[in-house]
């Protein structure tokens, strides 16, 4: 159980919640339809007096994404309009930043989504910016998502490596991109600009909505949008359009390596370089530790420091401590308040609990499983049937898609679907086929000169680029078409 209390658990019993659940799936929160949060956007609206919205691509925690016509440059965009409460931060905090990175998506073999250009939307619940980008397909989280979703052990590779590449790209530039996470890589789509609105209804469908309702009735007000869409599911469609390149992008959080931020960083904890988890100043070194983290969930399809009860910095470190052993000396003195946030105050708050138990991080990348043939593993074994709460979830991607990634919810093991988050799904996982010994050995060799707890001792990501595990695939051509 975690030394913290989880804040969505303590959020849930505090909040009263105005609008009721979509029943679409993941969406926005839809809370943040409020004075300071998200602008009410509705399909066919227009922007700029260019961009008209034709479907959602998806949402984070201070911004919806949407999929809009220029009807000015006749293209395809993704239109990020972020939160207010946020809007002027980012409008003035990385002007800097943003140049670099647009020096950097200017070379030919850049691996950075730099935005086309940006405005403001002035609307109900305050003045927004929009960034205006390239549309790109799903994420490396979407995609790589424990029993969800997994990606073939050959496009992780190269995947992982496009990242390192691009990460390295803005090191160079003196940057550091601060929420290097698998929800920042994203792949990108076959020349998206080809398709006509009709031709992308006809192949992933027209969006689906819902009305958005209150739970007292009334109607939301125009500071809620009347409907909710669910998001493009771009792997809904018989034609693959998802390419095997990568891009980074969102560089909300981005700093100059010469002046890392003061506060922590608002990237998720399990993505956290332990000394940026003790309060420690953010650097191109904790850039490398979320990479690091990043290539472990694009193999696996988890999180190497992943767990249900990783809400916070302190949270991590319990899990960290766990796989690598314990903290440097002065790391151990520190404090933590009761939402696990490490304390400038080393008189007040509590120091992490003693580890009870251990593994390593060997047999973390030794037990990645692998797809199975055909989908079907036979131990022998007679287990009780699943059924499924949704169907759908056990049918597994379009053929098109083999070479790119798979369903481990549509494998089935003695005639069981895997399913949920539970020990009989970890029982099924162990008669799943492992990664190979000899990209074992080298993933394993990679990852452990990554999860270092001094940063100076940390592998760089430019000396990432020449490790053999990125190289076990050259020569081999890719699949056709790729």
């Known amino acids: ?36 949060g998200l602008h009410p956007v509705s399909l066919g609206d227009v922007y700029d007096e260019r961009y008209r919205v034709v479907h959602k691509l998806g949402a984070g925690g201070f911004s919806t994404v949407w999929l809009a016509r220029d009807e000015a440059e006749q293209r395809w965009v993704a239109l990020k309009i972020v939160v207010a409460d946020h809007s002027a931060a980012i409008e003035t905090k990385h002007v800097a930043n943003q140049q670099a990175a647009l020096r950097c998506g200017s070379q030919a073999d850049s691996k950075l989504a730099v935005e086309y250009r940006r405005f403001t939307i002035d609307g109900p619940n305050g003045r927004h910016l929009c960034l205006v980008l390239p549309v790109l397909g799903p994420s490396a989280s979407q995609l790589s998502c424990f029993l969800d979703s997994r990606i073939t052990p050959r496009l ?9 590449q691009a990460l390295a790209n803005l090191h160079a530039q003196g940057l550091c ?96 370089a332990p000394e940026v988890a003790v309060g420690l100043s953010a650097s191109p070194a904790s850039d490398v530790w979320a990479l690091g983290c990043s290539i472990f969930r694009l193999r696996s399809g988890q999180g190497p420091f992943s767990s249900i009860e990783v809400w916070s910095p302190g949270e991590a470190l319990v899990i960290i401590v766990r796989t690598l052993g314990n903290l440097p000396d002065e790391w151990q003195r520190v404090l933590f308040d009761h939402q696990g946030q490490p304390t400038r105050d080393h008189e007040k708050g509590t120091p992490l609990p003693e580890s009870t138990d251990s593994r390593s991080l060997r047999d973390l990348v030794y037990n990645i499983y692998d797809k199975p043939e055909n989908g079907i593993v036979e131990t022998g074994k007679i287990r009780p049937g699943y059924q499924a709460w949704d169907e759908a979830e056990n049918v597994p991607y379009p053929p098109s898609f083999a070479d790119m990634a798979w369903k481990p919810k549509a494998t089935k093991i003695d005639n069981v679907y895997l399913h949920g988050y539970d020990d009989e799904t970890d029982e099924l996982l162990k008669a799943m086929p492992k990664i190979p010994e000899t990209e074992a050995a080298l993933l394993h060799d990679l990852l452990s000169k990554v999860f270092v707890y001094d940063p100076a001792e940390r592998i760089t990501v430019e000396e990432m680029l020449s490790h053999s595990w990125f190289h076990m695939d050259r020569g081999d051509p890719l699949p056709h078409g790729h």
């Open 1 to 36: 159980m975690s030394p913290f209390p989880s804040p969505s658990l303590s959020a849930a019993s505090s909040t009263a919640f105005r609008f009721l659940p979509a029943g679409l799936g993941d969406t926005e929160d839809l809370e943040r339809y409020a004075p300071g």
């Open 156 to 164: 992780a590779r190269k995947a992982a490596y496009q990242a390192a």
């Open 177 to 272: 991109h601060g929420d290097m996470t698998t929800a920042n890589i994203a792949f990108g789509l076959s020349d998206i600009d080809r398709y006509t609105e009709d031709h992308l209804f006809n192949l992933f469908g027209t969006p689906e909505t819902a009305p958005l309702e209150t739970e007292s009735g009334e109607e939301p007000g125009p500071e809620a949008p009347p409907f909710i869409v669910k998001p493009l599911d771009f792997l809904a469609s018989e034609e693959n359009i998802i390419r095997w390149d990568v891009q980074l992008l969102d560089f909300d959080q981005s700093f100059p390596t010469s002046s890392p931020p003061e506060d922590m960083l608002g990237t998720p904890p399990e993505f956290l």
